[in-house]
Nanobody, 123 residues
Framework: QTQLVESGGGLVRPGGSLRLSCAVS????????VAWFRQVPGRERELIAC????????NYRNSMRGLFSISKDNAESTVWLRLSQLEPEDTAVYYC????????????????WGRGTQVTVST
């Protein structure tokens, strides 16, 4: 059974940066795709970015391109999401999710989920 554990969230001021981590166990990242989603209460989960088993990045949110960056290290079995130039509207719970091999845009296609990490952007 694959498990994902997020970390790195917290309180950050507008304009600041954070790096979120997703530690994966039970699957190897060379055969597993990991995506980052975020969710605000009352709204659907929003796909931010995903990285395939072969390391190709797929940043789904064009408005976030250049501000959010996804990367991974197969040996460390960890996927990171770098958040830059954060604004209050980026406040959300950030989740990592996984599925075999390649990325898809539908959250329902991801069978494995972490519990999330809270990111709060505020003065």
């Amino acid at each position: 059974q694959t498990q994902l554990v997020e970390s790195g969230g917290g309180l950050v001021r507008p304009g600041g940066s954070l790096r979120l981590s997703c530690a994966v166990s039970g699957s190897t990242l060379d055969q597993y795709a990991v995506a980052w989603f975020r969710q605000v209460p009352g709204r659907e989960r929003e796909l931010i970015a995903c990285i395939n088993d072969n390391g190709l990045n797929e940043n789904y949110r064009n408005s976030m391109r250049g501000l959010f960056s996804i990367s991974k290290d197969n040996a460390e079995s960890t996927v990171w999401l770098r958040l830059s130039q954060l604004e209050p509207e980026d406040t959300a719970v950030y989740y990592c999710a996984g599925r075999p091999r390649f990325c898809l845009g539908d959250a329902k296609k991801y069978p494995d989920w972490g519990r999330g990490t809270q990111v709060t952007v505020s003065t």
